[in-house]
């Protein structure tokens, strides 16, 4: 195995000691500059195991500098491949607040690019920092009035985020967003409103684990469980 993979699957062993419930501790201010100049000797010498090698140096430090980073990388690498390695790497800090806001400024340059958008509404669900609903619901909510298809990775990238994140406000969020994209009755206006109603019974099936399909059986079903349910949905 290579020096770069042996780093990315080193990268890949953090992130799951954090989703198991042992987040990665924040680093030192040392140890976020060493990461960074480790970035900068990758970025001289070019390619992208070199690259994929200084990303793994980042992501194996949480701090708001390495974070601030990557998000940063996320949104401007020339290459969209590395972009949404740069977002995966944040992933892996997983409720980590500053990780969310690196992730959060990497939505809209990203816009254009689907593989890397998709990456970093991934990596968002994946840090399930509570500061990242209201942002994805406001993407989608924005999002739906587009009639060209652009913001289509945005309206499945937000919610599908949504439905990443367990918890009582994320639910909710995803039922707000599907209520203001009923059908209008009006194929002009419908915009991408289709889509949100479907990434919406996606999003609520994968938070839930019911198989329910009008917004009205999910009213219903909330309206029964939501008592019954804590913070994280699970049962109390």
């Known amino acids: 195995m290579s020096r770069a993979s042996m780093s990315f699957a080193c990268l890949l062993l953090l992130a799951g000691a954090a989703r198991a419930g042992d987040p990665v501790p924040e680093g030192t201010d040392t140890e976020a500059a060493a990461a960074l100049d480790h970035w900068k000797i990758a970025e001289e010498e070019g390619g992208e195991a070199a690259l994929r090698a200084g990303l793994a140096k980042l992501a194996a430090v949480r701090h708001p500098m390495t974070a601030g980073k990557l998000g940063f990388l996320a949104g401007s690498l020339r290459d969209e491949s590395i972009r949404a390695e740069a977002a995966k790497a944040l992933g892996g800090m997983t409720g980590y607040a500053e990780a969310a806001k690196a992730l959060h400024g990497a939505i809209k340059p990203n816009i254009p690019n689907r593989k890397a958008l998709a990456a970093v509404f991934d990596a968002i669900g994946e840090v399930g920092h509570s500061s990242s609903v209201e942002t994805c619901e406001r993407w989608a ?79 219903d079903w909330w309206k029964k469980e939501k008592s019954r349910l804590g913070d994280d949905l699970q049962r109390k």
Request: charged share 40%.
């Open 141 to 219: 909510r924005d999002a739906v009035d587009d009639r060209d298809g652009e913001m289509a990775g945005v309206v499945d990238g937000a919610i599908g985020a949504l439905g990443a994140m367990a918890s009582r406000k994320s639910l909710e969020a995803v039922l707000d967003i599907w209520r203001k994209n009923r059908t209008l009755g009006d194929g002009k206006r419908e915009g991408l409103r289709g889509r949100a109603r479907e990434a919406c019974r996606k999003a609520l099936r994968r938070l839930t684990g019911e198989k329910l399909d009008s917004l009205d059986e999910w009213e």
